[in-house]
């Protein structure tokens, strides 16, 4: 049994009686999975990764199981959800992941972060990069997956925004959008 599939059944057993994952979106945690991972390949060796409201791990976990060389830092507030990333590091041990329970903007206070800030279902978009805007850190850029059906939601205005949008980034039937807090 791969890493993967280990951490795909620690999520299905936990869900049963914890609530870190949605009983209902069980189903597609293999695409979640999938997006994850790809996500990992436009990361770069060297340069620090942040997950924003981490949850049960997605997309942390995937990158670090399938990014060995990738250091990932997964934040996350709630205390269930924290545990059950620990259990996930040990049983697994993955050595590329630090654990935050804290909300971002305590940690961002004590971080010097300039890396790559990942969120994956943390906060609306635009409300994302408005509060990474307030945050003492310099991150390099933002990569947020989404889906087909959220980004044909947005208005042309937005998705035209260079405030909100740097580039959108389409790769193996997924979509990621790449922001960058510095646009003003």
Known sequence: MTKLTQYESLIKETSLHTNIYSKKATDDLPRH???SITLGHLL???VPVVDFGSGCGLPAIPICLSF????VIAIESKS???RFLETVKATLVINNLTIFQEDIHIWAKTSRFNGVIIAKAFMPYPKLIRTIKTLPISPQRILVPTSQI???EW???LRNDPTYIHSL????GFIYIQGSPRVS
């Open 150 to 152: 959220k980004w044909s």
């Open 80 to 82: 269930k959800k924290t």
């Open 155 to 157: 208005s042309p205005e």
């Open 169 to 172: 980034i389409e790769k193996d």
């Open 33 to 35: 999975i999938q997006d």
């Open 44 to 46: 770069e060796t060297g």
């Open 68 to 71: 060995p060389d990738l250091e």
